[in-house]
């Protein structure tokens, strides 16, 4: 089946605009990650989804950031009044369930640059 | 703070020859321990785990070994092939989390024929 989807695969944006990003998930996995991948850095964790609730906001790095997930499938991440460092690979997973050794499924990312 | 480590930013192998990529970490409530291996311009797959529990897991070429005592685990890939060449990410679990992976920064791993 297909896997996890996302798009755009890159955005190129400049300082102040906002911008969106959208993960389709693997069909019927009802948790759903958004990671990012700075540059020289591992992947950093930002939210979590079990349906449409997002328990854990934790990694999201300013108020700048939010997610939403609808219809328990798919999620945009917004990023308003984009800066610089926001520039970075913006990766969806989902898993099954959301349980301890489920495997996460990730996405190809979409590639930020913000000018 | 740098909870998951990969020292080693890329190591190269000959084709036939053992590949070691090594991982270090400070949180002890890590829990559970995974490789992820990343080709460019494509998600990281998930390769290979290993609990807290056991000191060695085996699937195939690739064994995940894990030492608690000083907060270590290692990947070992027998015999590397030029497919093996990718990026290679450790990541963790905390114990009551199931699902915050923590990442290290990941290792380019280049086997050549």
């Known amino acids: 089946g297909a896997g996890v989807s996302q798009s755009p695969s890159n955005k190129v944006t400049e300082k102040g605009k906002d911008v969106e990003l959208r993960c389709d998930p693997i069909?019927?996995?009802?948790?759903l990650y958004w990671y990012r991948q700075s540059l020289g850095q591992g992947l950093e964790f930002l939210i979590y989804?079990?349906?449409?609730?997002?328990?854990?906001k934790s990694g999201l790095p300013s108020d700048r950031f939010s997610a939403e997930r609808t219809g328990g499938s798919v999620s945009t991440l917004t990023i308003q009044r984009t800066q610089q460092e926001d520039s970075a690979v913006y990766l969806c997973?989902?898993?099954?369930?959301?349980?301890?050794?489920?495997?996460?499924?990730f996405g190809p990312g979409t590639r930020l640059l913000v000018l | 703070d740098q909870q998951v480590k990969q020292n080693s930013p890329s190591l190269s192998v000959q084709e036939g020859r053992i590949s070691i990529l090594n991982c270090d970490y400070t949180?002890?409530?890590?829990?559970?321990f995974l490789w992820y291996k990343k080709y460019p311009a494509e998600g990281p797959t998930f390769l290979i785990s290993?609990?807290?529990?056991?000191d060695k897991n085996e699937d195939g070429r690739f064994t995940v070994f894990l030492n608690k005592s000083a907060k270590h685990l290692s990947l070992h890939i027998v015999p590397s092939q030029p497919g093996d060449s990718a990026v290679y990410f450790c990541?963790?679990?905390?114990?009551?989390?199931?699902?915050?992976?923590?990442f290290g920064k990941g290792t380019l791993l280049t086997v050549n024929p």
């Open positions: 997973a989902s898993s099954p369930a959301g349980v301890v050794g489920e495997t996460q499924y």
């Open positions: 069909s019927g996995h009802t948790a």
């Open positions: 989804f079990q349906g449409n609730s997002a328990p854990d």
């Open positions: 949180n002890s409530m890590f829990d559970y």
């Open positions: 290993i609990s807290s529990i056991k």
């Open positions: 990541a963790a679990i905390r114990g009551g989390s199931n699902y915050k992976l923590t």
